[in-house]
């Protein structure tokens, strides 16, 4: 079945890093992907999607782009700020069968220091 | 900006007991879904729901779950009989159509079976 291999945390960084976390997949078909942020007492909040090979989602400075050939989906940001920090799950859907649920990754902790 | 409200947002049942975790989802959507994230794990789908009844489960969604509608507005998560290992993060979400791009998250109600 599909699945969602996410680099683990907790990870520590202080402001102004560049952050990169890993999100490989294993998916039958053509899934979308996804990046979800967890802030303190909130519900998951899309952060950026990418529907096709090659696209790149980005949003808030937060960016991944869609690679087939090695089946990832990394995030990156080149400069990060104390908020931040937050919980960062990546996701797939699938495109055709359970095309409405979507299967996470574990989720990754980020804290950003000043 | 409308929200999926879940409540409570803590919860402590003992072992054996029934519990009901409650959900508004957003007004003018259609499709309702329960995740549950235990601590450490991945999200996982457990159940979505349309037109009164179950869309599609996932093989955690046994006879000890039961999903409801009661009255046009909460969305309920219903475990019979709580187990410990029952113990984590429900989700609840609500999408407006099939879209997987639609989905808004509630923040989760923290179960705690002791």
């Known amino acids: 079945g599909d699945s969602v291999t996410q680099m683990e945390g907790p990870v520590t960084l202080s402001e102004e890093a560049f952050l990169t976390i890993n999100c490989t997949y294993t998916?039958?078909?053509?899934?979308?992907l996804f990046w979800y942020v967890q802030y303190p007492g909130e519900g998951l909040q899309l952060l950026l999607k990418?529907?096709?090979?090659?696209d790149k989602g980005s949003n808030k400075g937060f960016e991944a782009t869609y690679r087939k050939e090695t089946t990832s989906f990394h995030l990156e940001k080149g400069s990060v700020q104390v908020s931040d920090s937050a919980v960062y799950f990546c996701?797939?859907?699938?495109?055709?069968?359970?095309?409405?649920?979507?299967?996470f990754g574990s989720g990754t902790q980020l804290t950003v220091l000043p | 900006e409308p929200e999926v409200t879940q409540t409570p947002s803590h919860q402590v049942t003992q072992m054996g007991q029934e519990v009901i975790l409650r959900c508004v989802p957003i007004?003018?959507?259609?499709?309702f879904y329960w995740y549950r994230q235990i601590l450490g794990q991945k999200v996982e789908f457990l159940v979505s729901?349309?037109?009164?009844?179950?869309?599609?489960k996932s093989e955690i969604f046994d006879d000890q779950f039961s999903v409801e509608r009661p009255d046009g507005s909460n969305f309920t998560l219903k475990i019979r009989s709580t187990k410990l290992e029952d113990s984590a993060m429900y989700f609840c979400?609500?999408?407006?159509?099939?879209?997987?791009?639609?989905?808004?998250f509630g923040s989760g109600t923290r179960l705690t079976v002791v």
């Open positions: 979400a609500s999408t407006a159509t099939q879209n997987i791009y639609g989905y808004t």
């Open positions: 990418a529907t096709k090979a090659d």
């Open positions: 996701a797939l859907g699938a495109s055709s069968g359970s095309a409405r649920q979507l299967t």
């Open positions: 998916a039958t078909g053509y899934p979308s």
């Open positions: 729901f349309y037109n009164n009844e179950i869309s599609e």
């Open positions: 007004s003018n959507h259609l499709y």
